[in-house]
């Protein structure tokens, strides 16, 4: 599937100088390589379902898959992604492609 992609991150913060290290950065190299952060949130409670609760979410539309792809791979920002893992934990990191409606998933 083509077009944008939403990347869900759930996580928990276990190292505040590592996750500010990474989010002093984070916003200008997502943007650079064609993302955009559309919510940030902190856990109020849950609801319905058992996952574990975290911390935080971030939700991020990317242009497109090979847009996310680049930002992970991308060399030149390897030390931002090591911030990012050391900053964290119970790191969730799922991908969705973006739907204009639910028909596709609803088809038969």
Known sequence: MSGPVYAL?????????????????????????GGRVVALGRFREAEVGD????QVLI???????????????????TDL????E??????????FDKLEDLRPVLKD
């Open 9 to 33: 991150n759930l996580f928990d913060v276990s190292s505040k100088d590592e996750y500010l290290a990474y989010s002093r950065r984070s916003a200008s190299e997502v943007g650079k390589h």
């Open 51 to 54: 996952i574990k609760p975290r």
């Open 81 to 84: 992604h090591e911030h990012r």
């Open 59 to 77: 939700l991020v539309e990317w242009e497109s898959r090979q847009a996310f792809d680049n930002y992970c791979n991308d060399p030149a920002i």
């Open 86 to 95: 050391n900053g964290t934990e119970d790191y969730i990191w799922h991908l």
